[in-house]
């Protein structure tokens, strides 16, 4: 096997050197975290496959995951502390030690700490697979202002389903035995959470003969894998839905007698509400032929139990996706498949088992401070489901600027939130106001738009340097855990958060480095792993442990109560309710439901059943002045209803297969193959406006007329310029624009030859390929420049599908 040495190394390879060392670890090039095998000779990453002991991914990578070693050995990778020498976001910076950059860190920490506002640090993360840690330091440290990504991913999709059967917010349809899908815009074979796992499950129930139905604004690559494409209007899938559930429900295609045990409310009532919306006034919104939305209801409902829908953003990240989510969710109980083989499906564990594997040593208390961002209180539902808070990301910088929340110290690590976030002109202009934020440390492995608009930029190893306790939700129905380990020790002077916290707890004190008695990480995982036969010794060599005795966790609310259980127990004769003891708030636990005279677990919400109808939700919404309707419902668009002119369009935004978010695009093999964003307008569409394929057009956008959102006035938010391609696989009323472009800073590859600054704290490796970016010049624009903050009025997930925009034709 050939080596490749080190950049600049011309000395010939020791014996030792050239043996390949196989290291399993788990991937994060996206949130799937599948497992991966690095494989390793002379200290050298020379190629990453993967882990065939991982259950979710079976042994399979993608190409982003294949990238790995890319961003690894990246020449703009941050390899040293460096601190702001210019104006903030000047680009000017000097290389400091750690020594400094902790004491200064660990000095402004102090003080806030100590002036008794620990809510004045916040917290801004993306996607954390690091959990543990970052939790232990913010608890320790006291501040509630913790505030995430996840109503700018999927908040609206996970409270839907939480209201639904409470127990989880993620949904695991069972495709590989399933022999229906219906899938509202997922494109699971390109993106989606589950990536890997869920795209190899598709496939063989395909082989199998299985339908896949897909309902998809644009020609993706799975609706184009899929048996059928509907191309819809954006924001009407739910709508869609509903008129499946009148078909089901009118020509009596239900499980009427699963309905009748298990739904809330019965059969007839749910028949009574949907039976408004007909397939007539369904295809009047989304352009789906009526005769097909009869037709498709008719073949799911034959198929179940083995049949399943599948949603993501295309469905949920809408101003109606909560809507839209809980109406594509009830179609499953109409059928009566939830929880069965080939059905809808769930699991308790969205991670590695907890009781099992419980955190090591001294746990932090929760936070008793306030922060008025992370509570988000104008969003009944944001934070409403216990142990799954959502949060309003979207709203932390346009609340900065107003002052809602004084912020002293900022810290953003995992997140490139200047760049990611809608309005993301806020977000900078926000970053870049050292009144709204006197001190922002960014830990990231690149130089990012963020991190141009920080005061001290740590340099973070990469998730091939680092370690963590990880796991996603099983798509094979039974929990697993896996352990991210350095395939190589960490380059340059980056470190792993795991030693950046700890660190500096120690030098903040006053308590805080009780918290963290471990002198290696090392230390801490072998006590995380002790539970696993083998401990941490056999986690590091197979990567990935499955409990042999544990099986598919199908139908969990048929489960029988014992006889201890139901020792002590009371039973709600009106509602058949079993309650037993106290829960944390002291009101009476619910441990189960009487079924026709057999004692059961149920379903864990309020009512033990299925809630199509929540009264809980209602609730909620009463206490923060928000109607909220207690069954699924069509909401239209309010931006959207009206006749659009010839230059109107809906701006819709999707994912690139072989780019992830922000962070591949620093990885020259991958930047390679996809680095142009073009806007893609129907064919039809662009001849009205004498646009040919090619040309150059400026997108204009607006914030929606609409009173729930923040400055819903119809006024402009930004343009942009950028280059059309013509096709017929896009919504006629739709411009559709990925997301994976646009970067203005991190070097050469992220930015296509735009960005040549020398910054002290780049890697520098010496990369013959840096003379073949042959894509110099290509255009990748930054779509949130466009986008509205747009949340949705209960939940608070982004609408990233509805924003409306004017294009016009240009010379460039
Ligand atoms: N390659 C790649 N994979 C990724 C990511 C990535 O950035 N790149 N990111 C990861 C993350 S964080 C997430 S959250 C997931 C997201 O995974 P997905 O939700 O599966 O992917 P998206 O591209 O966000 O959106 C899905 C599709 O919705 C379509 N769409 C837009 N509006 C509508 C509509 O009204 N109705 C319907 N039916 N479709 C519509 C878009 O055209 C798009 O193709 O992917 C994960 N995996
Ligand atoms: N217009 C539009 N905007 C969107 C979306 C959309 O569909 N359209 N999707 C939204 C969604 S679903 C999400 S989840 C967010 C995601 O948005 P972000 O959370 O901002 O994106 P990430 O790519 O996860 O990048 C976070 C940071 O992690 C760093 N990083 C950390 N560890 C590593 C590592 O080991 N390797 C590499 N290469 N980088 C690392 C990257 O450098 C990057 O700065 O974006 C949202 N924004
Ligand atoms: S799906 Fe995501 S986690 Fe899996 S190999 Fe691809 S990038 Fe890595
Ligand atoms: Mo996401």
């Not at 495709?175 to 494109?187: D, I, K, M, R, T």
């Not at 441990?591 to 005279?597: C, W």
Request: charged share 25%; proline share 7%.
């Amino acid at each position: 096997m050939e080596i490749i040495r080190e950049p600049g190394s011309t000395a010939a390879p020791a014996a030792d050197e050239r043996k390949v060392r196989t290291v399993p670890s788990m991937c994060q090039m996206c949130t799937t975290a599948c497992g991966i095998i690095g494989h390793v000779a002379g200290g050298r990453l020379l190629k990453v496959t993967g882990n065939p002991e991982d259950p979710n991914s079976q042994g399979a990578v993608c190409a982003k995951g294949v990238a790995g070693p890319s961003v690894l050995y990246d020449p703009y990778r941050l390899l040293y502390p460096l601190r702001r020498v210019g104006e903030r976001g000047s680009g000017k910076w000097r290389r400091i030690t750690w020594d400094e950059a902790y004491a200064e860190i660990a000095d402004r920490l102090r003080e806030i700490r100590e002036r008794g506002k620990p809510e004045e640090f916040a917290f801004q993360q993306g996607r954390n697979r690091s959990a543990d840690i970052v939790a232990r330091f913010l608890n320790a440290y006291g501040t509630p202002s913790h505030f995430n990504h996840r109503a700018l991913c999927s908040s609206n999709r996970r409270a839907a389903i939480a209201t639904t059967i409470g127990e989880s917010d993620w949904d695991l349809g069972d495709f590989e035995n399933s022999q229906f899908v219906l899938n509202f815009g997922a494109n699971w074979a390109e993106a989606h959470q589950g990536h890997i796992p869920v795209a190899i499950r598709m496939m063989r129930a395909r082989q199998k003969g299985a339908k896949l139905v897909t309902f998809e604004t644009r020609l993706s690559n799975t609706a184009a894998l899929s048996d059928e494409w509907f191309c819809v209007k954006p924001g009407t899938d739910g709508l869609i839905a509903l008129a499946m559930a009148h078909v089901i429900c009118s020509e009596g295609l239900w499980d009427r007698k699963w309905l009748d045990t298990w739904s809330n409310p019965p059969a007839e009532k749910i028949a009574e509400h949907v039976s408004a919306y007909t397939p007539e006034f369904a295809e009047r919104e989304s352009g789906v032929p009526a005769a097909d939305i009869r037709r498709i209801a008719r073949e799911f409902a034959a198929a179940a139990p083995r049949c399943t829908t599948i949603c993501n953003r295309g469905s949920q990240s809408h101003r109606n996706g909560y809507y839209n989510d809980r109406a594509i969710t009830m179609l499953n109980a109409l059928v009566g498949n939830m929880g069965k083989p080939g059905g809808w499906c769930w699991h308790p564990k969205s991670a590695w088992d907890k009781d099992l594997l419980p955190e090591p040593g001294p746990v932090p208390d929760k936070p008793t401070a306030k922060s008025v961002i992370a509570e988000a209180k104008d969003w009944p539902l944001a934070n409403a489901f216990k142990d799954k808070k959502m949060k309003v990301g979207q709203i932390v910088y346009p609340w900065i600027k107003e002052r809602r929340q004084k912020i002293s110290a900022l810290m953003t690590y995992n997140a490139d939130t200047a760049w990611s976030f809608p309005e993301s002109h806020l977000v900078r202009s926000v970053l870049a106001d050292e009144e709204l934020i006197p001190f922002h440390v960014c830990i990231d492995v690149m130089y990012s738009e963020t991190g141009h608009l920080a005061d001290i930029i740590l340099p973070w190893a990469t998730y091939l340097e680092r370690w963590d306790i990880d796991a996603r939700p099983p798509q094979g129905l039974v929990d697993y855990v896996g352990l991210r380990q350095p395939v190589v020790p960490p380059r340059g002077e980056s470190k792993d958060i795991r030693e950046i916290f700890p660190e500096i707890a120690r030098r903040i004190g006053g308590g805080m480095e009780n918290y963290f008695p471990w002198k290696t990480v090392e230390s801490y995982f072998e006590e995380y792993f002790k539970p696993i036969p083998g401990g941490f010794a056999t986690m590091r060599a197979k990567g990935i442990w499955l409990d042999p005795t544990k099986r598919p966790y199908y139908e969990p609310h048929v489960k029988r109560l014992t006889p201890e259980d139901l020792e002590g127990a009371r039973e709600d004769p009106r509602t058949g309710i079993l309650y037993k003891g106290t829960d944390e708030d002291g009101a009476p636990k619910a441990i189960g439901i009487m079924v026709k005279g057999v004692a059961r677990r149920g379903f864990l919400t309020p009512s033990r059943k299925v809630e199509i109808r929540s009264d809980f939700i209602v609730a909620k919404g009463r206490e923060a002045n928000r109607k909220i309707e207690p069954l699924p419902v069509y909401e239209p668009i309010p931006s959207h209803q009206r006749k659009f002119p010839d230059d109107h369009f809906v701006m819709t935004s999707f994912k690139i297969n072989v780019h992830n978010a922000h962070r591949t695009m620093q990885s020259k093999w991958l930047q390679e193959i996809s680095h142009t964003n073009p806007a893609l307008i129907n064919r039809r569409s662009a001849e009205r406006l004498g646009i040919r394929d090619g040309d150059w057009i400026e997108v204009e956008s607006f914030r929606p007329e609409d009173a729930e959102v923040p400055r819903g006035d119809g006024s402009k938010v930004g343009t942009l310029q950028t280059r059309v391609r013509l096709t017929e696989g896009v919504h006629p009323l739709v411009v559709a624009i990925a997301h994976n472009a646009g970067r203005e800073v991190g070097g050469a590859y992220a930015t296509n030859g735009k960005d040549q600054q020398d910054n002290p704290g780049f890697a520098k490796i010496a990369d013959a390929d840096l003379d073949r970016l042959w894509w110099e010049g290509a255009i990748s624009v930054p779509q949130n420049d466009l986008l509205p903050v747009y949340p949705d009025p209960t939940v608070g997930g982004q609408a990233y599908h509805d924003t409306v925009v004017r294009i016009r034709r240009i010379e460039r």
